[in-house]
C-alpha cells in the first residue's frame, strides 16, 4: 500500500513540476518579465491560464493528500510509550561486584620447551 502511494505521490511531483515550469511569469521576478509571446496556440492565453491555475491547485491538493496519507502510514507502526516505564520499580543501591567465574587460581608460568 505504501509503495503505491509513494509512485502516486512522486508522479505527483513530476507533473506538478512540469505543470509550474509551462505557466507564463507574470511578475519580472527575474527580470525576465512576461514570458514569451503569442504564436497562434489552440487555446487563448486567458483560458490556458485558467487550465493551468486550476490544473496545479488540483495537483497541489493532492500532493498535500499524499503527503499526509505517507506520514500516517509512516507513524502508524510505532506505540506510544513513556521513559517512565522503562525506569525499574528496584531502589537503586550498592551492588557487589560480580565472581568471576571458573578457576580462580593465577595461571604459573612455564619453561619454554626446546624443539
Known amino acids: ?25 507574470e511578475g519580472g521576478g527575474l527580470g525576465i518579465g512576461g514570458g514569451g509571446g503569442g504564436g497562434g496556440g489552440f487555446m487563448t492565453a486567458r483560458g490556458s491560464a485558467n487550465f493551468l491555475t486550476r490544473t496545479t491547485a488540483i495537483l497541489a491538493a493532492c500532493f498535500m493528500g499524499t503527503s499526509l496519507v505517507l506520514a500516517i502510514l509512516a507513524g502508524g507502526h510505532s506505540q506510544p ?23 580462580t587460581a593465577p595461571a604459573t608460568p612455564r619453561a619454554p620447551v626446546s624443539q
Not at 509503495?3 to 508522479?11: A, F, G, K
Not at 560480580?98 to 578457576?103: E, F, T
Open 1 to 25: 500500500m505504501t509503495t503505491i502511494i509513494l509512485v502516486i505521490h512522486s508522479l505527483l511531483a513530476l507533473v506538478l513540476i512540469g505543470i509550474v515550469l509551462i505557466q507564463r511569469s
Open 81 to 103: 510509550r513513556s521513559i517512565v516505564d522503562d525506569i525499574s520499580t528496584q531502589p537503586a543501591g550498592p551492588q557487589s561486584p560480580a565472581a568471576p567465574q571458573g578457576n
